[in-house]
């Protein structure tokens, strides 16, 4: 769901407000460990300030970083982390989809609400899905099910996905 050099199946509405946040001056990293240092630092200060469980970063086979948490993050832990978020990689190369992939995505988004979220949103022109209240209070258990049953729909390497709370921040 939207994370820098980051590809995670979904971008929990806090990680996408740190991208929407991140200096839009800011240069990318001068190396993945640098990045990932700067990822495992906002874990840490997430986890400190209020959302204990919040999981550590990974790396996959192909050296991208990945932060995927079904883990609520309260506000005083994205004002605490403000200065850390600050510091991860400019989102750049954000491009929007193309019309094939919106297309696809919005044939995703259907086959979500035919497969048990029936409230699951259509994309925005920059192929992220604005969840509902209950979906992002829900969290993957909501729709880890229809995801699975749509991985055709598929066309993008991570799902985009923002919370009623971080309009405006994608």
């Known amino acids: 769901m939207t994370l ?21 001056g800011a240069v ?3 190396s993945p460990s640098v990045d990932l240092a700067v990822f495992r630092e906002l874990a840490r200060c997430v986890r400190a300030n209020g959302a204990p469980n919040f999981p550590d970063p990974t790396v996959d086979a192909q050296g991208e970083i990945k932060m995927e948490s079904s883990v609520k993050v309260p506000a005083s832990a994205e004002t605490a982390c403000k200065s ?15 019309a094939a992939e919106l297309d696809q995505l919005r044939k995703l988004a259907q086959c979500f609400r035919e497969h048990g979220v ?7 022109s920059m192929g992220v899905f604005h969840v509902n209240k209950r979906i992002d209070d829900l969290g993957k258990r ?9 991985k055709q729909y598929f066309v993008v390497k991570s799902l985009r996905v923002a919370g009623p709370d971080d309009k405006g921040k994608e």
């Not at 850390?84 to 193309?98: D, E, H, S, V, Y």
């Not at 029936?118 to 925005?124: M, N, S």
């Open 118 to 124: 029936t409230d699951w949103p259509d994309p925005d």
């Open 28 to 30: 990318s990293s001068p």
């Open 84 to 98: 850390i978020m600050n510091r991860l990689p400019a989102q750049g190369g954000q491009k929007p989809p193309t």
């Open 4 to 24: 820098y050099r980051a590809a995670p199946l979904l971008l929990i509405p806090f990680l996408a407000a740190c991208a929407a946040n991140a200096d839009p």
């Open 142 to 150: 909501a729709w880890l099910p229809a995801r699975d049953a749509c």
